[in-house]
């Protein structure tokens, strides 16, 4: 079931800093996960995307990492700015009939100058 | 620009008085989503439409209903709402085929409001 709580796992880092979110899925046959960034009272934004036949994709300053043995994902931001203050989430598609995504259940990113 | 459009933004409305939530994309998607948000929570996702087939999850309660009149539109109704309803109200669309899934594009959000 869906974790319920108050408070969301924080990361706080310097400006200029490299951050790594971490996200622990829940399903081995999952074959597509996405990163998505959702600032306070905004619609979740894309960031990277990766299949499960990969284990890794680069975009511009972030890097997603794929773990299948252990079910493990991991967004890498480089050079962090104050603009990537915002809540990260991952989701994965379960691939049973139609494609749906669930989410995990977030982590804070809070960049100081 | 192409994109996710939710009306309105913001909604107040009485418990057990009917609210109608709506979602529009230009995108050309042929499934469309609405998920439901509470506060420092990830998105939960109600149901959504496969075209024209309507998918709800299993927990999803009775009191959600959505319709999709054509590609473009989709509407979330809540029958009754309660207190426990306020939240932030996600629609999402996506492309997807054979393939595999694809990105989910997400609207900006409504944020209702029960009193």
């Known amino acids: 079931g869906e974790s319920v709580g108050l408070h969301l796992p924080t990361l706080s880092v310097q400006e200029g800093d490299n951050s790594i979110i971490n996200c622990a899925y829940s399903n081995s046959a999952s074959d597509y996960f996405i990163w998505y960034k959702q600032e306070s009272g905004k619609g979740p934004q894309f960031i990277i995307d990766i299949r499960s036949n990969m284990d890794k994709r680069q975009g511009q300053r972030v890097t997603v990492l794929l773990n299948k043995t252990v079910k493990h994902l991991s967004l890498q931001i480089a050079a962090t700015q104050p603009g990537d203050s915002a809540v990260y989430f991952c989701a994965e598609n379960k691939p049973s009939g139609y494609s749906t995504l669930t989410f995990g259940k977030g982590t804070m990113l809070l960049v100081s100058p | 620009d192409a994109m996710v459009i939710q009306n309105p933004r913001y909604q107040v409305t009485q418990f057990g008085k009917p609210v109608t939530l709506s979602c529009s994309q230009t995108l050309n998607h042929n499934v469309m989503y609405w998920y439901q948000q509470k506060s420092s929570q990830a998105p939960k996702l109600l149901f959504h439409?496969?075209?024209?087939?309507?998918?709800n999850e299993a927990d999803t309660p009775d009191n959600f209903q959505s319709r999709r009149p054509n590609t473009s539109f989709c509407f979330l109704d809540i029958r009754s709402p309660g207190l426990g309803d306020a939240a932030m109200y996600l629609c999402a669309t996506s492309r997807d085929s054979l393939a595999g899934a694809t990105e989910q594009f997400f609207g900006p959000g409504t944020r209702l409001t029960v009193l």
């Open positions: 439409y496969y075209d024209k087939d309507f998918n």
